[in-house]
């Protein structure tokens, strides 16, 4: 019998060798008696075990075929029987690690109950369970498996184990297998033989004669032999091999093809043991983290001290894991034990296999897209998922921090058109530059389901076309990918979705000219009878100017409204010369000033699009066209107020109105009602406004109260700033250089907590600096990852210990010095009293404090602020009534004080600057005071003025610095703090 490797209650140990021909095939031996030492059973492929009793092993047999399996790559199986498993206490020997399934903590012992076999839609696909080549007919043979009429009752399998089969009595695992090591193992838990396979071993015997598998007629059992193993029909088949049930004998076949893969695929490659492995160039690196808190870098042995300490003082986390070794072997050892061993050749493989049959489907070969459904109205399609606004989603993430963001997530003075790219400028510790990147991203997944050859052609030409509306050149783009597909199994087909993607990924790049760098691929996208749709997201970036960042809402009420369209070849492809040149053209006209707004279209369609140009800035559109949603790929829409060119093609279809109203071919509809359409979709999920109004009365603060402040008598050239940065602050670089540019010299110390030595060490150098300074600025960010019950708390820690709040107290006291806290660092101040007190004291009952933004989230936004007093050194440039425009980045950012309190700051003159409207109109709207702060508060000084807390962001202003956000943004307090000591 060819695939019951031990005759039930046999005492005889058996194993399969897999002899390897060139050909590929394989034919199977059965081979009496157990090897004798490990390297005679290093020559075998797979071992399974049926049935037969722990006593026939010693436990170093057992520890060979572990080793068989971990360290050369090969298979095993056990097979269910009265004295496998847990009934043959094989729990309690080296076999239990390798077996798939937890018989120490969920065996039951076995079951006589008949049971009928599951298995799930998931794994159909596994090469186990390919019985036939026709998709169709497999899932029927599968659905009409035999029942079992025993089984052994472990009810649950081990983490990473994937289950094959599942009994119908209680769900538990019935053929369960895993990768182990290098290798793999199987746990199948019931018989191939005697009564609990009774019906199993003549599975498909009715079908004896039938193609199985791509062979040649199978007849009764010894076709299927030659088949399996690219055997010739002259080639001998013993006779006790042949199986006269072919499903049965199939899925034998099949289960020691897969068995053994991995072995057979090391000798195929030429690799015998460790000698044979590639080898690792020293530098190579070797492990890395995704995590963005961890990374591996590779140093030479001698500079190891050196790195090490460099590391210390910026409070990182350095330790020695790992030496580039000559051997070609990852080797990782946790307590003592070998958790990992793989040779570099597997790694480079990255663990797949290196072939595969694909089958490219008809759906790539499609003359035209396919239709999708067309809104019944533009609110209808504003509210579809793929089209709503995200901006609630959006600003819960930082989009300020560096200073350097040139087009804001959401565009116009009411922050809500996203442009079509990213645009940041390069950071830089000192100076100016116009030098910026320009990244954009697309993906349509409707046309990638229906074609993954045109979805991924899509994504690269459409990313691309967003890279430049936002004012990249083309010819300066690169690519990067990122790839997301279901498991492909042995499937062609499914094979067929990445291969298709990666030709139409490629089809464009090559019309385009156009690389693409790195990238990312994950074939993992199934879980049970869940696909992924076909994705290749196109990631287009380049370097570009600043100065040329274009974003998509429209400027001005009065302008040209334009379309450019690239026309199409046969199978729905782009003219891809046509594109170049549009694009070209495109670039020199916005490099000559006569481009005001640009957006690239796609399959949103042209109205909604309109649309979303106008909430930006709430300015209307007035216009023919017919097609308002048909996709408008590799289109764009242009806003001007000159001629364009005629060679560019382009149709004028409406221009832009002050009312705020969406006109088409003479039919009105409100921006608000449009806007509330397309922002009220994912509302309840990711809210822009707080669920309730406060329901708060607004104070009037009046402008300019008078303080008292004393004046240096002393000047000083260039004063010294103190900028600490604390674990989990951000601003320390933007904040030095707003400083320096102001004329002061700056200095970043980190405060160093890792161990208690370090904070003992860290709280005298901080002393030590303040008094070596006359400015201290307490910088942004979440300080310890914003602590719970209120942020800022590590650095007001910091700050009362006796010797810094010593330093604190004398440079206030003393030496006429200056504190600013911005963000984190305003938190710090309240929570020490520096504001509104002016010393650190403990905290009082009716102290004012900063809490949880009335929206429960983070927010990241600009916000308008009025200056109300201008008599703080830091504040002395401005005149009360001035607005700026500034960026906002927190989550605990409401100012809450009593009404006695506040009444007591107003009356001191101590509030500085106010939340208000770009009139200057202080107002408790959640889009003009976006953390709910009491009276609209925005900033307060100590009595004195000269400590100044304030939760905008004024140090993240630059040139080229949110574009698309109008309003001034430059406030100048680093000028006045610094020109104190003029």
């Known amino acids: 019998d060819m695939l019951s490797p031990i005759t039930q209650y046999s005492s005889s140990k058996n194993l399969f060798r897999i002899r390897r021909f060139l050909g590929g095939g394989m034919v199977f031996d059965t081979t009496r008696g157990f090897p004798k030492t490990r390297d005679e059973l290093f020559s075998y492929d797979v071992v399974i075990c049926g049935d037969v009793p722990r006593g026939n092993f010693t436990k170093e047999e057992m520890q060979w075929v572990n080793d068989l399996v ?85 009810r649950r ?21 895993q990768s182990y090591g290098r290798g793999r193992s199987m746990a199948f838990l019931s018989d191939t033989n005697g009564g609990w396979a009774q019906a199993y071993i003549h599975w498909g015997e009715e079908k004896s004669g039938a193609s199985i598998n791509g062979g040649s007629e199978l007849g009764h059992g010894p076709q299927i032999l030659r088949s399996a193993a690219g055997m010739t029909e002259a080639d001998a088949v013993p006779a006790d091999m042949v199986h006269p049930s072919p499903y049965f004998g199939q899925f034998w076949v099949n289960t020691v093809r897969w068995l053994a893969e991995n072995s057979i695929r090391r000798l195929g490659e030429g ?59 990852l080797v990782m050892t946790w307590r003592g034990r070998t958790i990992v061993d793989l040779s570099r050749a597997f790694l480079d493989t990255n663990g797949v296999q290196q072939t595969a049959e694909i089958h490219v489907g008809a759906a790539s070969c499609v003359s035209s897209l396919p239709e999708r459904p067309t809104p019944s109205s533009l609110t209808d399609a504003l509210s579809s998922l793929n089209i709503a606004s995200q901006k609630g989603l ?47 991203w697309a993906y349509d997944p409707y046309i990638s389901s229906a074609s993954p050859f045109h979805g991924a052609l899509y994504a690269v030409t459409e990313s691309v076309c967003k890279a430049v509306a936002a004012g990249a050149r083309l010819s300066d783009v690169r690519l990067t990918l990122q790839e997301y597909f279901p498991k492909l199994g042995t499937n062609p087909s499914r094979w067929g979705l990445p291969f298709a993607a990666l030709l139409g990924a490629f089809h464009a790049q090559h019309k385009l000219r156009l690389a693409a760098i790195g990238g990312k691929d994950s074939m993992s996208g199934s ?81 909604p699009a309109i649309a979303i140009c106008c909430f930006g800035n709430g300015i209307g559109f007035d216009g023919e ?84 402040i004393r004046n240096r008598t002393t000047a000083i050239a260039r004063p010294q700033v103190l900028i600490p940065a604390f674990p989990g602050t951000n601003s320390e670089y933007d904040s030095a250089k707003a400083f320096n540019e102001a004329g002061a010299a700056s200095r970043i110390i980190v405060f160093r907590n890792l161990t208690a030595k370090h904070v003992e060490e860290s709280l005298d150098a901080l002393a030590a600096e303040i008094r070596a300074s006359q400015i201290l600025f307490i910088p942004g960010g979440f300080s310890a990852g914003d602590e719970p019950d209120g942020s800022g708390k590590f650095i007001a820690t910091v700050l009362r210990s006796p010797r810094v709040a010593d330093a604190v107290m004398d440079l206030l006291k003393n030496r006429d010095g200056l504190i600013l806290g911005v963000c984190n660092g305003f ?10 007190y002016g010393e650190i004291r403990d905290s009082e009952p009716n102290a004012p404090t900063l809490a949880h933004n009335d929206i429960a989230r983070h927010i990241s936004c600009y916000a308008y602020t009025k200056v109300i007093s201008s008599r703080s050194p830091w504040l002395a440039q401005t005149q009360p009534g001035d607005i700026h425009r500034i960026p906002l980045s927190h989550g605990e950012g409401k100012f809450h004080a009593t009404p006695e309190t506040l009444a007591e700051l107003v009356a001191n003159g101590q509030v500085a600057t106010q939340y208000c409207d770009a ?47 109008p309003g001034n943004k430059h406030q100048p307090i680093f000028s006045g703090g610094v020109a104190y000591y003029a």
């Open 70 to 154: 971990t360290r050369r790559g090969g298979g095993f199986c056990m097979i269910g029987g009265y004295t496998s498993f847990d009934s043959g206490d094989f729990d309690q020997t080296p076999w239990e690690k390798i077996t798939p399934v937890d018989m120490v903590e969920y065996g039951h012992g076995y079951s006589n109950r008949p049971t009928e076999l599951i298995i799930p839609e998931s794994v159909r696909t596994h090469p186990i369970w390919r019985i036939s080549p026709d998709s169709a007919e497999n899932d029927e043979i599968l659905s009409n498996h035999p029942a079992f009429y025993g089984f052994h009752d472990i």
């Open 157 to 177: 399998a081990k983490p990473g184990a994937i289950n094959l089969g599942l009994h119908a009595d209680g769900g538990g695992p019935l053929i369960t297998v």
């Open 271 to 329: 690799i015998s043991g460790r000698a044979a492995d590639s080898v690792a160039r020293p530098g190579t690196e070797l492990a890395i983290s995704e995590s963005q808190e961890r990374m591996a870098v590779c140093v030479d042995p001698s500079e190891i001290a050196y790195f090490i300490a460099e590391a210390d003082k910026e409070n990182l986390e350095c330790v020695h894991v790992a030496d580039v070794t000559g051997d070609g072997r």
């Open 394 to 440: 959006g600003e819960r993430f930082d989009g300020s921090v560096g200073a350097g963001t040139v087009l804001w997530p959401f565009g116009g003075e009411h922050q809500l058109t996203p442009p079509d790219a990213m645009v940041a400028k390069l950071p830089l510790l000192e100076g100016q530059t116009d030098v910026a990147t320009f990244m954009s």
């Open 527 to 607: 879980f049970n009878e869940l696909d992924v749709p076909p994705t290749l997201v196109s990631f287009a970036l380049a370097p570009g100017d600043a100065r040329l960042a274009l974003s998509p809402e429209f400027k001005k009420a009065g302008s040209s409204v334009s379309l450019v369209e690239v026309p199409y070849h046969e199978y729905g492809l782009p003219d891809f010369n046509a594109l170049k040149a549009t694009a070209k053209a495109l670039h020199q006209l916005n490099r000559d000033g006569k481009i005001l707004s640009m957006k690239a279209l796609g399959s949103a369609g042209l109205s």
């Open 625 to 708: 066209f017919e097609n308002e949603f048909g996709g408008r790929h590799f289109s764009f829409l242009i806003e001007h107020q000159y001629d364009l060119p005629e060679a560019l093609g382009a149709q004028k279809i409406g221009h832009t109105t002050a009312e705020p109203a969406f006109i088409l071919n003479g039919a009105s509809q409100p921006l608000a009602e449009l806007q509330a359409a397309w922002t009220g979709k994912l509302e309840p999920i990711y809210p822009t406004k707080p669920a309730e109004a406060s329901g708060a009365e607004l104070p009037e603060i009046p402008l300019d109260p008078i303080f008292h």
């Open 827 to 836: 938190q710090a101040l309240i929570k020490t009293g520096l504001v509104p």
């Open 919 to 965: 009139n200057g109109v202080p107002s408790l709207d959640p889009f003009i005071t976006p953390n709910g702060s009491i009276a609209a508060i925005e900033g307060i000084t100590s009595p004195c003025g000269r400590v100044f807390g304030k939760m905008g962001h004024t140090e993240r202003s630059g040139q080229h610095v949110a574009r698309n956000i």
